[in-house]
């Protein structure tokens, strides 16, 4: 039989374990409910230009992966997938864009900001490049401009 201090220590190590680290906790529920928890986000960046004249040159990476670069003619989409960090930072990504004399970055991803605006169905975050500026958009029919170009 075990003692009163075993069994105190016991529970207390399961109870730390489980608030220090709750996606192991509860790891199946939060693969049956995803879209809750919003962990798995992707991005869109497109070039919604005019013409193909210069087509839209991105560069896109994070704190941790380097997505290269990209050239986006009119109607392209460079898009990515991935899940939101639970430890260190977190989740960042940037892309660089770049139409012919101009130039802007832009925060595609910051996790306290478009974490939850683009936690709704698809989970889903769309940048679009256009002739005035960048816009961003969470379910790809109402934009908002976002940055303009340098």
Known sequence: MASTFTVFCLIFLLSTTTYLNPVL??????????????????????N???????????HCQSRDDNLGDHTLNVGGDFNFKFRIKFFG???????EMMWG??????DVFR??????MCCVDGNS???RAQDDGIYFSTDYTEWIKRYDWL
Not at 89 to 95: K, L
Not at 111 to 116: L, P
Request: glycine share 4%.
């Open 25 to 46: 906790a509860w790891r199946p529920t939060l693969i049956e409910t995803d879209k809750l928890f919003c962990i798995k986000y992707r991005v869109h960046v497109m």
């Open 48 to 58: 919604g230009l005019s013409s193909n004249e210069n087509p839209l040159f991105i």
């Open 89 to 95: 930072p977190d989740s960042w990504f940037t892309c």
């Open 101 to 106: 004399s101009k130039h802007q970055h832009v």
């Open 111 to 116: 996790q306290k900001v478009e974490g939850s």
């Open 125 to 127: 975050c769309y940048w």
